[in-house]
């Protein structure tokens, strides 16, 4: 059965010259779906607008700026938020130290005050992963991560299709994109091209870096 | 002057509440005029807060940092005030002023230069200099900001993580001018991930080595 992504639109007061407008999409529901496109093309809007509209079951929404997200104290805090169970220590110790904490039980308590930028963005990366969402958006998750945890990361979200999760992930990594089953190229706020990855990047006319996207090389 | 940046016997701990979080003990390093610093490091080993203490906007426990002839005070910006330093900061959602980004790059000159329309013709972005900056992508806010650090003449460039949230054409944009800024003489201190990034400068300041030093490439 394939994932349906319904037709979007949105306009932006203050805005003219920018409106979302995509129609609807069938997915291959298996791997991840990267959404790529130069800077203001729209991903970040196609991807805010879908976990507002589609929400049988809702889309879990990592945004591109961790403040937004980390509204607690620490960790735990967080994930009391967003759970009536009690919390799982060592599952969540396992997945600090699989994002590369040294110590994991020091950060289940630590403020997230203290943390540098790219600490944010993986204690946000552990709180997703513990919370088992079924359909997950991340936008462009790689972002402050060092090239290490980036092939982690790249590893648990290939492994999500193992646990029947659906994963939309916005990315201007080559690598990323690479790996992924199907692609969302955005210009301007629309479609620009839709389908699986292997074709589009067999096809001759075919060019990542027309939106984008970053070759291994240049990182 | 044979460096541009001292630092001397740096300590710096972050507390809250009964956290803490040590950063820095017995930290000295020494930067030439001119040289293009990488420094690199893992999350949370100091490279953002490094940059934030050279431009005196955290305070250390103790030690000094020196810039030219002047030690750093904490709190005063001396150095971007006096137009000595230009910073280009990893993330901008909240460090515009303007309402548009028309009047964020007007900001203290009476119109836009020759220079700003060119770096806005080359990263595609002239189009947005009417748009409200709250309407603006994250990618497009760190084009904003990579307009404005670019169009400054300070001597010395402080950058965190800028190429973070840029595409492929933006970062080509970044690493041309932070090339051409070197070649004429300008110091440039910048924060990066990016293993390629690290083959742009002259040398390199690796925090997660046990005795931090700057070292040629």
């Known amino acids: ?219 | 002057m044979d460096y541009l940046i001292q630092v001397r016997d740096l300590e710096l701990d972050y507390h809250w509440g009964d956290h803490h979080k040590s950063i820095f003990q017995a930290f000295n390093c020494n930067i030439p005029p001119g040289a293009f610093v990488s420094i690199t490091g893992a999350n949370g080993s100091g490279k953002s807060s490094l940059l934030k203490l050279i431009m005196g906007l955290i305070e250390p426990n103790s030690g000094a940092i020196i810039v030219g002839e002047r030690q750093v005070r904490f709190g005063y910006v001396d150095g971007v005030k006096d137009g000595q330093i230009a910073y280009l900061a990893q993330q901008m959602d909240e460090l515009f002023f303007g309402e548009t980004v028309a009047q964020e790059l007007s900001y203290q000159k009476e119109q836009l230069t020759s220079e700003d329309h060119q770096l806005l013709e080359q990263l595609n972005m002239e189009h947005l200099l009417p748009r409200r900056i709250d309407t603006l992508s994250g990618g497009e806010k760190q084009g904003i900001a990579l307009v404005q650090f670019l169009a400054n003449s300070a001597p010395l460039l402080l950058l965190d993580e800028p190429s973070s949230y840029l595409d492929k054409q933006a970062a080509q944009v970044l690493r041309k001018a932070l090339v051409r800024a070197h070649e004429q003489g300008r110091t440039i201190v910048h924060a990066t991930q990016f293993k390629r990034e690290v083959a742009w400068g002259s040398h390199v300041l690796d925090l997660d080595s046990q005795q931090p030093r700057v070292e040629r490439l």
């Open chain 1, 1 to 219: 059965m394939s994932l349906t992504i319904p037709a979007l639109s949105r306009e932006y007061p203050g805005n003219d010259s920018f409106r979302l407008t995509t129609s609807e999409i069938q997915l291959d529901p298996t791997g991840f779906t990267c959404i790529i496109g130069k800077n203001g093309s729209g991903k970040s809007s196609f991807a805010e607008t879908l976990a507002q509209v589609d929400q049988e079951p809702p889309w879990f929404y990592l945004p591109q700026f961790m403040d937004r997200f980390l509204f607690a104290e620490n960790l735990l805090e967080q994930l009391e938020t967003f759970f009536s169970e009690s919390i799982e220590r060592e599952r969540l110790q396992e997945l600090l130290i699989e994002l590369g904490f040294t110590d994991p039980d020091h950060m289940l308590s630590f403020p997230f005050i203290l943390m540098s930028g790219g600490e944010r963005r993986r204690i946000a990366l552990v709180s997703m992963f513990y919370l088992k969402h079924h359909k997950i958006i991340l936008d462009e998750p790689e972002i402050g991560i060092t090239p290490k945890e980036k092939v982690v990361l790249l590893t648990k979200i290939r492994n999500l299709k193992a646990i029947d999760t659906r994963v939309i992930l916005i990315s201007h990594n080559e690598a990323f994109v690479k790996e992924s089953t199907s692609l969302i190229c955005m210009k301007d706020g629309t479609l620009d091209r839709v389908g699986k990855t292997e074709a589009l990047l067999n096809e001759p006319d075919f060019d990542l870096s027309v939106y984008g996207v970053r070759s291994q090389t240049e990182e």
